[in-house]
């Protein structure tokens, strides 16, 4: 099974920036599984906001395109979302993920205040 931790949320002023991350274990799977980021804003569903896979290939949301950026450094085990130009409606819980694995972290908070 994998453990996922996520940190790096906070508050920030619309136009700001983040940095997310999301610590991966076992060590050394993460070079091998496709990594996702969502997030929930209360009221609403989980969304998918961006992903990475094992070869490198990124897709992105269409709210956060241009904006976000998702990396990965497997010798860190860790995968990352840099969050530029944020706007309130950015404020949620986000979320990392493996596709195929049940297992989801505690997230992290992200509010963007006007």
């Known amino acids: 099974q994998v453990q996922l931790v996520e940190s790096g949320g906070g508050l920030v002023q619309a136009g700001g920036s983040l940095r997310l991350s999301c610590a991966v274990s076992?060590?050394?799977?993460?070079?091998?599984?496709?990594m996702d980021w969502y997030r929930q804003a209360p009221g609403k569903q989980r969304d998918l906001v961006a992903r990475?896979?094992?070869?490198?290939?990124?897709n992105y949301g269409d709210s956060v395109k241009g904006r976000f950026t998702i990396s990965r450094d497997n010798a860190q085990n860790a995968v990352y979302l840099q969050m530029n130009s944020l706007k309130p409606e950015d404020t949620a819980v986000y979320y990392c993920?493996?596709?195929?694995?049940?297992?989801w972290g505690q997230g992290t908070q992200v509010t963007v205040s006007s």
């Open positions: 993920h493996a596709p195929g694995f049940s297992s």
């Open positions: 076992p060590r050394n799977i993460i070079s091998i599984i496709t």
């Open positions: 990475i896979t094992s070869g490198g290939n990124t």
